[in-house]
C-alpha cells in the first residue's frame, strides 16, 4: 500500500511543529489519544452492526472527523463512503467495509506509530 495514500505528511508536520519543544510528546499524545478513541469507537460499531442501529452514523461521522484532524485522509474517506451507506439505509455490504475501515485504521495507526 502507499503510505502518502493514508496520511498527509504536510498536516503531520504542521502538528509536530505546535509542540515548543524539541521533541515530539504533543505529536505522540495525539496518535496515543487517537488510537484510544478509534478503537472505542471501532468496537462499538463492531456491536452495534448485527442490529443495524442507526446510531453507528454518528460513530462513523465521529471517525471521520478524528481521521482528518489527524491527518489520516484515506480513512476519513472510508468513513465518509460508509457514512453514505448508512444515509441512503445500505446495509447490504456494510460489514465488509467496516473490515475495510478496521484494515485502513491499522495501517494507518502503524504509519502514525512510525512518525513519533
Do not use: R
Amino acid at each position: 500500500m502507499n503510505f502518502e495514500k493514508f496520511i498527509d505528511f504536510d498536516f503531520i508536520e504542521e502538528i509536530k511543529n505546535l509542540n515548543e519543544d524539541e521533541n515530539d510528546s504533543f505529536f505522540i499524545e495525539i496518535v496515543d489519544e487517537f488510537q484510544n478513541q478509534c478503537e472505542n469507537l471501532i468496537e462499538n460499531i463492531k456491536k452495534l452492526i448485527p442490529t443495524k442501529d442507526l446510531s453507528i452514523l454518528k460513530i462513523i461521522h465521529t471517525i471521520k472527523g478524528i481521521s482528518a484532524n489527524m491527518g489520516a485522509l484515506y480513512l476519513s474517506q472510508i468513513a465518509i463512503n460508509i457514512e453514505t451507506k448508512l444515509k441512503n439505509n445500505d446495509w447490504e455490504n456494510i460489514e465488509a467495509s467496516i473490515k475495510q475501515l478496521e484494515d485502513v485504521y491499522e495501517e494507518t495507526l502503524k504509519q502514525l506509530n512510525a512518525l513519533k
